[in-house]
Structure formats: structure tokens, C-alpha cells
């Protein structure tokens, strides 16, 4: 699953880097053990905003938790919208050193 964080607000201003360092340190963290983060620009209603990418695994019950975190994010910080894109995965492993 893809979860897309836009940085910019509708009022004009923007999440700083800082605040979504916070988001993500206390909050990801906080709904999900492992997940991979990916700066962007993507574009809303035409015009370009900086935005955060998070791609986690998850079953099932993992897609509730998306939602939650996806609605506090929208309104911590006055989005409009948060997208999730639900990416079926055939198969994830672990390649180990040993």
C-alpha cells in the first residue's frame, strides 16, 4: 500500500520538513513497525506540491490503520484529502547475510 502526503495546505502555506519529521516519528511509527518514505512532487488540481510517499506492507487489518493515519494527517494539518493506493504484493521476503 501507497499512502501519498501532500506538504502543501490549501491556505497557501506548507507542512515544514520538521512537522512531518514530528508526524513521522511519533505517528508512522506509531501505526505501523516497518515502512519505506520517498520524497515527491506531485500535482493537485494543476499546480505541484512537495509530498512524502510511504509504501508499507500490510494484510488486511493493516488497511484500517492506513485510513486512521491518512484522517489524523488531513486534520493535523488542513488537507483536503489524503490518497491510498492498495497495491497487491504476490510475495515479500528477506534476503539475509547468512
Do not use: H
Not at 520538513?17 to 488540481?45: A, C, H, M, P
Not at 505541484?48 to 494527517?73: F, M, P, Q
Amino acid at each position: 500500500m501507497r499512502i501519498f502526503f501532500g506538504l502543501s495546505r490549501p491556505d497557501g502555506g506548507a507542512v515544514s520538513l520538521e512537522q512531518w519529521q514530528s508526524f513521522q516519528d511519533k505517528e508512522i511509527t506509531r501505526f505501523f513497525d516497518g515502512f519505506n518514505v520517498v520524497d515527491s512532487v506531485g500535482y493537485y488540481k494543476g499546480k505541484a506540491e512537495r509530498s512524502k510517499i510511504v509504501t508499507v506492507i500490510v494484510s488486511e487489518d493493516g488497511i484500517g490503520k492506513a485510513e486512521k493515519l491518512a484522517k489524523l494527517y488531513a486534520v493535523r494539518f488542513s488537507q483536503d484529502s489524503v490518497m491510498i493506493v492498495k497495491v497487491p504484493v504476490s510475495e515479500c521476503s528477506f534476503i539475509t547475510a547468512d
